[in-house]
T-cell receptor, first 113, second 117 residues
């Protein structure tokens, strides 16, 4: 299995621009998670989906952030408009119901200038 | 609610010495506990997990951890450190509240392990 695949690996954008991060979970996993990692706040859970349905989005920082999961093999995290304080590494992770661990992608390093 | 506290943001050991990374958790229901490792510019990789079976859990790369309910602890150990163990380590907790919360991990702040020659 290829594992969780995220794209792009690096993204540099100007303040005010729209940013879309993409994730392909491990085949057969039915839970998907978006995390954000910063030096100041550590790892934060932004949102998670179960069977393509958002279960908990209480970690999404603002209305500028939105996430979708149109099918079991694809999810996006969108920031519009982006701000410098959104600069962070964004991780996608997936897990299989009945197992407790999540498997992480390599992350997308976002820099907003 | 669940939470994790990792004692010590930085730990430094000599190569060949014992590695001990501390983790305490808080959970109102029986927890699942994990240790992850993160190498620079990489994602998080699962080292080991406790899911209510044996309290002493063995993981990859010679690491192990012991679940102590009375102490609400899940410390990570390795008898002999290797240079390649230098990384950041995260303790995490999750609970099975109806099944849909599997994988909803709450992480500690991480401990950076430095290994000196």
């Amino acid at each position: 299995d290829a594992g969780v695949i995220q794209s792009p690996r690096h993204e540099v954008t100007e303040m005010g621009q729209e940013v879309t991060l993409r994730c392909k979970p491990i085949s057969g996993h039915n839970s998907l998670f978006w995390y954000r990692q910063t030096m100041m706040r550590g790892l934060e859970l932004l949102i998670y989906f179960n069977n393509n349905v958002p279960i908990d989005d209480s970690g999404m920082p603002e209305d500028r952030f939105s996430a979708k999961m149109p099918n079991a093999s694809f999810s996006t995290l969108k920031i519009q408009p982006s701000e410098p304080r959104d600069s962070a590494v964004y991780f996608c992770a997936s897990s299989f119901r009945g197992y407790a661990e999540a498997f992480f992608g390599q992350g997308t390093r976002l820099t907003v200038v | 609610a669940q939470s994790v506290t990792q004692l010590g943001s930085h730990v430094s050991v000599s190569e060949g010495a014992l590695v001990l990374l501390r983790c305490n958790y808080s959970s109102s229901v029986p927890p699942y506990l994990f240790w992850y490792v993160q190498y620079p510019n990489q994602g998080l990789q699962l080292l080991l997990k406790y899911t209510s079976a044996a309290t002493l859990v063995k993981g990859i790369n010679g690491f192990e951890a012991e679940f102590k309910k009375s102490e609400t602890s899940f410390h990570l150990t390795k008898p002999s450190a290797h240079m390649s163990d230098a990384a950041e380590y995260f303790c995490a907790v999750s609970t099975n509240a109806g099944g849909t919360s599997y994988g909803k991990l709450t992480f500690g702040q991480g401990t950076i392990l430095t290994v000196h020659p």
